[in-house]
């Protein structure tokens, strides 16, 4: 199947600094990408819309100038938290594909903000 | 939006036992219901998913219901088996609503051998 790559897997940063994780889809276009943060034991929540060469549509709730998102090519969206504190740290997970029956996860991106 | 709960949060069953995962979503709308295991420390990984226009799917071990009416849907395990140990999530897409996948809260599944 279909599959998504995310970078870096695991990220530690320090309070204040920015972090940009990528995700890319390794063997299909994707003009519609999805970002969504996982905290321990809990569910997914989705943040934002990643769209192909237009601005990300963000979940009520989510800080759109604290998590940028670039879709700037059709296999590659990129996550920047940036000014990173420790309430940030989760596991970051993003899904691309066609059809509803195609969305594929990566491997999700675990960060933590000392 | 959509809401959608996810029972039991946590469900242990020995091996070679069922397993069940009940589902209920708010959007009447909603028309695609995937289930997804997630491993620790890895991305959900599809493994059946139903439209509302069918009342069940089967796949294997692996069967899901759906009942519109009632705005429930079921993931059935039969034949644990111990690689069953995951933490399951249920979902509800409106399709034409750019495709958001609205989670339930997991269930994480243990298969005692």
């Known amino acids: 199947g279909a599959v998504v790559s995310q970078h870096p897997s695991w990220v530690i940063c320090k309070s204040g600094t920015s972090v940009k994780i990528e995700c890319r889809s390794l063997?299909?276009?994707?003009?519609?990408m999805f970002w969504y943060r996982q905290f321990p034991k809990q569910s997914l929540m989705l943040m934002a819309t990643s769209n192909e060469g237009s601005k990300a549509t963000y979940e009520q709730g989510v800080e759109k100038d604290k998590f940028l998102i670039n879709h700037a090519s059709l296999t590659l969206s990129t996550l920047t938290v940036t000014s990173a504190h420790p309430e940030d740290s989760s596991f970051y997970i993003c899904?691309?594909?066609?059809?509803?029956?195609?969305?594929?996860f990566g491997p999700g991106t675990r960060l933590l903000v000392l | 939006g959509e809401n959608v709960e996810q029972h039991p949060s946590t469900l242990s069953v020995q091996e070679g036992d069922s397993a069940v995962i009940k589902c209920t979503y708010s959007d009447s709308a909603s028309n695609y219901f995937p289930w997804y295991k997630q491993e620790l420390g890895k991305g959900p990984q599809l493994i059946i998913d139903i439209r509302s226009n069918v009342g069940e799917k089967k796949d294997q071990r692996i069967a899901v219901t759906l009942n519109k009416t009632a705005k429930h849907f079921s993931l059935h395990i039969t034949e644990t088996q111990p690689e069953d140990s995951a933490v399951y999530f249920c979902a509800a897409i409106r399709e034409r609503l750019g495709n958001q996948f609205y989670f339930g809260t997991g269930t994480s599944l243990t298969v005692i051998p």
């Open positions: 899904s691309g594909g066609g059809a509803i029956e195609t969305q594929y």
């Open positions: 063997d299909f276009q994707a003009t519609t």
